[in-house]
């Protein structure tokens, strides 16, 4: 196995310069570093991940923080970032956050205070003020996505107006007769975010929302399928169906076939996210790019870490995704 020393021989420079070259700390000439690129790429030579944290001060790590693992959304989010940063030779540590006190209590007060990540990513992750204070206390960069903490930087999609998006779309075709399925939690979370865009777009093209037609999923395809059968069985069911995520709106698409209604004939159905299966299922759907996202928040942690300029705007971007599950009502 090729060693530092050998690199040090081959470009004919002392050790020091060879870590001070590989790492970026120290002043180092750039005919040096040429030379010292040039011996690693001919040796094959490939710093271990101890002597760049010795050199560096740096882990080579960044923290994800994530609510659910085993989601589609999640995962493809993380696709995004892992492919940013494994190019800039960085790897991820995944803390998985749910709602029991002692478990984040855990990641927060013991996890991160370790100290193996040079940075950190938030994925629509809620913070108490003491979880988001002891965040800021350990002093590296902290980027979130989707969930706007204060405090911390965030990216984030505008999701009052992609539900606004997708009901307009419904209102434009006809619709009035609009039914919501997500979630009834209160406060400034997304889901609640894009039932207040639903909202706003009812009243302003003049029909008031009625509670009946909103119906209570937690964003898996079988929580959405259970939603839509409970209002497509109504007697005065809705003519369209707007769903606060794509997997929940697939629910709704099977619950439909299994009511023998026809979509879009008998109702329409539009979803959230952009979901990889949605255009097999011909779902209408509110792009957000996912996997963009992901890519923007590496892109935003490293520049923040100094390795990259910085980004944009903190604005991400959403596209309203046109396929054959609406149409106007019968």
Same mark, same amino acid.
């Given at each position: ?12 420079? &002392? ?26 790429? *001919? ?7 101890? #002597? ?48 029991? @006190? ?25 913070? &108490? ?14 980027? *979130?996505?989707?969930? @706007?903490?204060?405090?911390? @930087? ?17 209102? #434009? ?5 609009? #039914? ?59 003519? #369209? ?83 054959? &599950? ?5």
């Amino acid at each position: 196995m090729v060693g530092i020393a050998e690199v040090a021989r081959a470009a004919g420079v &002392s050790t020091a310069t060879v870590s001070r070259a590989l790492s970026g700390r120290g002043q180092v000439s750039d005919a040096a570093r040429a030379k010292v690129q040039a011996a690693v790429d *001919a040796l094959g030579y490939v710093m271990s991940a101890s #002597a760049s944290s010795l050199a560096s001060g740096r882990t080579r790590n960044i923290g994800v923080l994530v609510p659910l693992l085993d989601k589609w959304f999640y995962a493809t989010v993380l696709s995004g970032i892992a492919d940013v940063l494994s190019r800039h030779g960085y790897d991820i540590a995944l803390y998985n956050l749910t709602d029991d @006190p002692a478990q984040r209590a855990g990641v927060f007060d013991t996890s991160l205070r370790r100290s193996r990540i040079d940075g950190l990513i938030t994925l629509t992750v809620e913070l &108490s003020d003491p979880e988001r204070d002891g965040i800021l206390a350990l002093g590296m960069p902290v980027v *979130a996505v989707g969930a @706007p903490n204060h405090g911390i @930087p965030a990216l984030t999609v505008d999701d009052r107006a992609v539900a606004h998006a997708a009901t307009s779309h419904l209102i #434009a075709l006809g619709h009035r007769e609009i #039914a919501h399925i997500g979630s009834g939690r209160a406060g400034g979370e997304v889901p609640a975010r894009r039932r207040e865009g639903y909202e706003q777009a009812l009243h302003q093209a003049g029909i008031a929302p009625r509670a009946e037609l909103f119906a209570h999923a937690d964003f898996t395809i079988e929580a959405g399928h259970a939603a839509a059968l409970e209002l497509l069985r109504r007697t005065d069911r809705p003519t #369209a169906l707007f769903a606060a995520s794509d997997e929940m709106a697939f629910g709704a698409l099977f619950a439909a076939r299994e009511l023998a209604l026809d979509v879009p004939g008998d109702v329409s159905v539009v979803g959230v996210d952009g979901h990889g299966m949605s255009g097999f299922f011909g779902l209408t759907t509110v792009d957000q790019f996912p996997q963009a996202q992901g890519e923007r928040a590496a892109h935003a942690v490293l520049a923040a870490l100094g390795l990259e300029a910085p980004a944009g705007a903190p604005e991400l971007p959403f596209e309203l995704v046109l396929r054959t &599950s609406t149409a106007p009502p019968a």
